[in-house]
């Protein structure tokens, strides 16, 4: 039987993250991934035609040059490198205006007073408090476990803190509302949110400072997003780890009632002498562990884990040109523009999309978000080309059917999602689409068996599923009640493309066995003035 100090279950960006941070302490560790490809969410394949390069789920890293595993492990040296477009988002509108975001944020200011002064003062004001002011206490709360209600009162005090706090008392559209008074700038943040949450979710409002703080680093991979976890293993074996691929890790099997190892699908026992890890979603993770070593309301809330209803549906195209918008002449940026936005003018658009895809129907507006990544990494597409896609928001199950019923109307889902996008980018109703595929809610999950029931962050971001309650306030700390067996996936707190689960449980992993962390822990988040 194979030993090693530590197992990792999956190898997605945060196990390999974990898996990172814990090889460079000397630890043997080794990592198991099902399919045959590593990276799962953080994937990348020529999936339209030979040199078109889609990323095939996550695109955007939001706040990449501020995350510690970057800076950390040094991922430069070991091929990762990304881009910051200057440029950041553009929301379109049908009467061909538009808002256009820069990282310069009196490049913004100006695009929004076009719209609305206040709107432009309101986001200045936005920007200066929670992206400069306190934009490092807001990234650092994700590069720790989830602190309790009782801590953030003892650590988030005076004016500013008061402030702060009074978002997470409304739903993300209420902070939104309360902020923004022009349809175009509500529709713009409430669409951009749509990829992490719907906008009347109660206790969601804590997301418009935490997107504030991070909204206009939005960087792209080059090579791919995939080029994440390629780094990642390379960093891993360097250090004398191994990552093992078409490896299904079946069970953790126990040994003096603590987590002892693992058994995959071929029968193999792998020994673990220090810690278990997964990386797949709470309810897999509890699972596989095995539900007997958890309470009975641990086990509840798995079974009863909610997964959302807001999936993505994506349309990737192969291009002879890119995209050119109709709104480049109201703002000639929206050329240059990383992250556009469209299908929706008005709150009661965006509303009614929710309202739809809540209760299982195909949206009647599809509205979202997208890139043509090709015009800021040349290697995403051959010389002669450009690849773009768009997000628009999509129920797992319409009207209740199976699935599979994306199969029957993936044909005509694509006609009309080319359709709606040829209405903002004119172009696209030429000769210029070498191949166009949608890739469904369903086909999310048959690509990626973490992503159940299309749920893009492994579990609704809703009140019961956030801070300390994600996934459950026993498990949070990434510690479980199994000793030994940890968890470190986008269930957990701060997941998305930024590796901060894989951080977490490489920190509380560090803790317990006593070993000197090699790196500096981002601080602990801290106002009092
Ligand atoms: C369409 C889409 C768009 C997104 N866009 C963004 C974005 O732009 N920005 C952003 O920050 N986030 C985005 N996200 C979210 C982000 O991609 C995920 O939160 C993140 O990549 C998940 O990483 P992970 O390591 O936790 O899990 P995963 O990447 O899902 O990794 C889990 C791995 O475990 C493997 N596995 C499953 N079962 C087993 C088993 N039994 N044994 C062994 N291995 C197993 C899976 O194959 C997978 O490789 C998006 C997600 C989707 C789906």
Redesign the pocket.
């Known amino acids: 039987m194979d030993t090693y100090d530590g197992i990792l279950?999956?190898?997605?960006?945060?196990?390999l993250v974990c898996a990172a941070y814990l090889a460079k302490c000397g630890l043997k560790v080794a990592v198991?991934?099902?399919?045959s490809e590593?990276?799962?969410?953080?994937s990348t394949e020529e999936f339209l035609l030979p040199g078109y390069k889609s990323n095939m789920?996550?695109?955007?890293?939001?706040g990449l040059e501020d995350f510690p595993i970057v800076n950390d492990l040094e991922l430069s040296k070991y091929g990762f490198k990304w881009v910051t477009p200057e440029v950041q988002h553009a929301a379109l509108y049908r009467d061909g205006t538009s808002v256009v975001l820069h990282r310069d944020v009196e490049k913004s200011v100006s695009s929004i007073s076009r719209i609305s002064k206040n709107d432009a003062e309101s986001y200045n004001y936005l920007f200066e408090r929670y992206a400069v002011e306190l934009g490092p206490l807001l990234r650092s709360f994700l590069f720790h476990a989830p602190l309790s209600p009782e801590e953030i009162g003892n650590r988030i005090t005076g004016e500013k803190g008061k402030e702060l706090l009074s978002f997470a008392k409304m739903s993300i559209g209420e902070a939104i509302d309360t902020y923004f008074e022009h349809p175009k700038l509500r529709t713009l943040f409430k669409l951009f949110a749509h990829?992490i949450t719907v906008e009347d979710e109660p206790g969601t409002g804590m997301f418009l400072p935490s997107l504030f703080s991070s909204q206009t680093t939005l960087g792209l991979s080059v090579g791919g997003a995939l080029e994440l976890p390629k780094s990642l293993e390379k960093l891993i074996k360097s250090y004398g780890g191994e990552v093992f691929r078409d490896?299904?890790?079946e069970e953790v099997y126990r040994e003096n009632g603590n987590a002892g190892g693992v058994v995959l699908e071929n029968g193999s026992k792998i020994s673990a002498s220090s810690f278990i890890a997964s990386?797949?979603n709470a309810p897999?993770s509890i699972r596989?562990a095995g539900e007997d070593a958890f309470p009975e309301e641990v086990n509840e809330k798995m079974n009863n884990w909610d997964w959302g209803f807001h999936s993505?549906m994506?349309l990737h195209l192969a291009l002879s040109e890119a995209p050119k918008y109709f709104a480049e002449k109201y703002d000639p940026d929206v050329a240059k523009s990383f992250n556009v936005i469209f299908g929706a003018d008005t709150d009661e658009e965006v509303s009614k999309n929710t309202e739809e895809r809540r209760s299982g129907k195909f949206p009647s507006m599809p509205m979202g978000n997208g890139a043509c990544n090709s015009l800021f990494d040349s290697s995403y597409a051959p010389e002669d080309g450009h690849v773009a896609f768009w997000?628009p928001g999509a129920p797992y199950r319409i009207g209740g059917d199976s699935p599979e019923k994306w199969n029957e109307i993936k044909e005509s889902v694509t006609q009309q999602l080319i359709d709606i996008w040829s209405e903002y980018a004119p172009n696209l109703k030429g000769n210029i689409i070498r191949a166009a595929k949608l890739y469904s809610p369903n086909d999310?999950n048959i690509r990626?068996?973490?992503?159940v029931e299309g749920a893009?962050?492994?579990g609704a971001y809703t009140s019961d599923q956030l801070g300390v309650n994600r996934p459950h306030p026993l498990l949070s700390g990434m510690r479980t009640p199994l000793e030994k067996f940890y968890l470190c996936?986008?269930s957990c707190h701060g997941?998305?493309?930024?590796g901060a689960?894989g951080y977490n449980a490489a920190n509380a992993i560090c803790e317990d066995l006593n070993i000197d962390k090699w790196w500096t822990q981002v601080p602990k988040p801290f106002l009092e003035n």
């Not at 590593?38 to 953080?42: K, N």
């Not at 789920?57 to 939001?62: M, R």
């Not at 990626?448 to 992503?451: L, P, Q, S, T």
């Open positions: 279950i999956g190898a997605g960006h945060n196990s198991f991934e099902s399919e590593i990276g799962g969410a953080a789920h996550a695109n955007f890293f939001i990829a490896c299904k890790v990386g797949l897999s596989i993505l994506t997000w999310l990626n068996k973490n992503i893009v962050r492994m996936g986008s997941g998305g493309l930024n689960p």
